[in-house]
Nanobody, 121 residues
């Protein structure tokens, strides 16, 4: 089992920045790819970014490419997403997940409880 706890969400104006963190505990964190997903009200959960466990390969959704940066610190069992130039359409609950390196949420086995990000216009 892997337990994931997100933090860092909040209210920010358009154009602002936030950094989300996801602290992991339990089984070996560094064995898993880590992903960020988000879900806005009335919409399906969508892929944001993922980072592989060994080489730190990253993949981003087109909607956040160039604005968001995912990173991980295996020594601290923590994954981050730095979100810059935020837009109102980035408003959602953001979830971190541990699993296989993929854009698909079905490839992730463990999920955090989510943290709310609200971007005002």
């Amino acid at each position: 089992q892997v337990q994931l706890v997100e933090s860092g969400g909040g209210l920010v104006q358009a154009g602002g920045s936030l950094r989300l963190s996801c602290a992991a505990s339990g089984r070996t964190f560094s064995s898993y790819a880590m992903g960020w997903f988000r879900q806005a009200p009335g919409k399906e959960r969508e892929f944001v970014a993922t980072i592989s466990w060994r080489l730190g390969r990253t993949t981003y959704a087109d909607s956040v490419k160039g604005r968001f940066t995912i990173s991980r610190d295996n020594a601290k069992n923590t994954v981050y997403v730095q979100m810059n130039s935020l837009k109102p359409e980035d408003t959602a609950v953001y979830y971190c997940a541990a699993g296989r390196y993929s854009r698909s949420y079905s490839e992730y086995d463990y999920w955090g409880q989510g943290t709310q990000v609200t971007v005002s216009s």
